[in-house]
């Protein structure tokens, strides 16, 4: 059974810095693309960065630059370091596993940016 396990969000001021964790249970997960995801209130999610089995990440334009998404396959474990947070970067973050064509999630972690 997969199961996600997140941490790490919480309220930070404009400028702030956080660091999401979510560890993946049930497998090796090394070879999976694992994700961000976001969704604030009267939106719809959307990603934020993404990682493949082979390293290659992608950002959403909003997120380049600030955000660094990385993984440690030993742990299976795939991380979010955000930097210079901004009031529009609140949401509800959700990691994301990618396993065949089934999309795996965790139970979200709220991240709050007050200006």
């Known amino acids: 059974q997969v199961q996600l396990m997140e941490s790490g969000g919480g309220l930070v001021q404009t400028g702030g810095s956080l660091r999401l964790s979510c560890a993946a249970s049930?497998?090796?997960?090394?070879?999976?693309?694992m994700g961000w995801y976001r969704q604030a209130p009267g939106k719809q999610r959307e990603l934020v960065a993404a990682?493949?089995?082979?390293?290659?990440?992608r950002y959403a334009g909003s997120v380049k630059g600030r955000f660094t998404i990385s993984r440690d396959n030993a742990k299976n474990t795939v991380y979010l370091q955000m930097n210079s947070l901004k009031p529009e970067d609140t949401a509800v973050y959700y990691c994301?596993?990618?396993?065949?064509?089934?999309?795996?999630w965790g139970q979200g972690t709220q991240v709050t940016v007050s200006s």
């Open positions: 994301n596993l990618i396993v065949v064509l089934y999309n795996y």
């Open positions: 049930g497998r090796d997960f090394s070879r999976n693309t």
């Open positions: 990682v493949t089995g082979g390293g290659e990440t």
